[in-house]
């Protein structure tokens, strides 16, 4: 048993450290939700009695919590009257289209993304799935014995194994095979929980999933590599320690084109106000910074964009960042000159709004 445990501990960290690398954008409560439609067949596993084969049909509506965890809500339609063996009761007498139906909750596990990095580009993943449900036969007025050895209601439980394939350029399309089994929990006296192959049904499912489009803009979770950003993040602080002062002077050659002769240039006359990649909204550091600059004072400010992206996406990217510095100081009683967008400015200018304070 120790033995066991310490192995599970080693799997444990292995699997912690593949993923600690990477993290994944913050996902909406309605995000990573998925439809599906599946069908299939199934029969008796005791195999006594395993053809005629039952038909079955359903609909899946899931959700991802993460790339490794997930649930979903699951009815099946079974057209056949193959039951499960339990006692007498090997086949119904249905006079219904639909012989029964099983309404389950299930639990998801990806087995890929959970061993391997999750890569949203990926085809091919294997997981399982398991989760409780509901049965109801219909039609069989005989169904019903004496000390409850049958009825038309049963609790189940189901377990199975998924190999799915990711179609699209999106992959927001999943074509999916299960072998699962479906066992009746209740199918001895006084409905006493019990697992048990003489009461279950082996079968096979095909189905075929839409992933719905997530507040990312993809259809799956959005990833981003903490040790790639680490790395850049590092790189650009290397080069700030080892020429702090040619790496500014070159930030200021780029994005101040004018200054008063009057006045002279230097680093206290400037506020460097910093963003995310394709946006323009002011974080608390930013404020803060700006807060610095004092009221009354004049104001220059030059907004600029990092090269990835078009041009014209760059420049008004840029007149966004330098109108909403404006606006900020503005509103703190700042007088603002001018506010313009510069768009893209060499290498170093890079995603940046530049407050030059007269």
């Given at each position: ?242 020429k702090p002062k040619e790496v500014v002077k070159e930030v200021v050659k780029e994005v101040v084109k004018e200054v008063p002769a009057q006045q002279t ?94």
């Amino acid at each position: 048993m120790k033995k066991f445990l310490i192995a599970l501990s080693v799997l444990a960290m292995g699997i912690t450290s593949a993923q600690a690398q990477i993290a994944y954008e913050k996902a909406k409560p309605f995000d990573n939700v998925y439809l599906g439609i599946e069908g299939g067949v199934m029969g008796p596993m005791n195999f006594k009695h395993f053809t005629p084969l039952n038909a079955a049909a359903g609909l899946k509506l899931g959700k991802n919590f993460s790339p490794v965890w997930g649930a979903n809500l699951e009815g099946l339609a079974f057209f056949g009257d193959n039951r499960w063996q339990t006692g007498s009761l090997g086949f119904s007498h249905s006079h219904t289209v639909v012989r029964a139906i099983n309404l389950g909750l299930n639990g998801t596990l990806n087995f890929t993304n959970l061993f391997c990095e999750y890569n949203p580009d990926r085809r091919f993943e294997v997981g399982a799935e398991a989760g409780i449900g509901y049965w109801i036969t219909y039609g069989d007025k005989h169904i019903i014995q004496t000390q409850n050895y049958g009825d038309d209601t049963e609790l189940t439980a189901k377990t199975g194994l998924t190999f799915a394939y990711n179609l699209g350029e999106n992959r927001a399309w999943q074509l999916y095979a299960e072998p699962a089994i479906i066992w009746n929990l209740t199918h001895g006296p006084g409905d006493a929980i019990q697992f048990g192959k003489q009461a279950a049904q082996l079968g096979l499912f095909v189905g075929l999933n839409y992933k719905f489009k997530t507040s990312n803009g993809t259809h799956n979770f959005k990833v981003w590599n903490v040790g790639e950003l680490n790395d850049e993040i590092n790189s650009l602080r290397d080069q700030l320690n080892a020429k702090p002062k040619e790496v500014v002077k070159e930030v200021v050659k780029e994005v101040v084109k004018e200054v008063p002769a009057q006045q002279t240039l230097c680093i206290d006359n400037l506020v460097f106000v910093t963003f995310a990649q394709g946006k323009y909204n002011l974080t608390n550091e930013a404020k803060k910074a700006l807060d610095d600059v004092k009221e009354g004072r004049h104001v220059q400010i030059v907004g600029t964009a990092s090269p990835e992206g078009p041009k014209d996406l760059n420049q008004r990217l840029s007149q966004n960042r330098a109108d909403v510095v404006a606006k900020y100081l503005q509103s703190r009683g700042v007088i603002v000159d001018e506010a313009k967008g510069a768009g893209v400015q060499g290498v170093t200018s890079n995603r940046l709004a530049v407050v030059y304070v007269k």
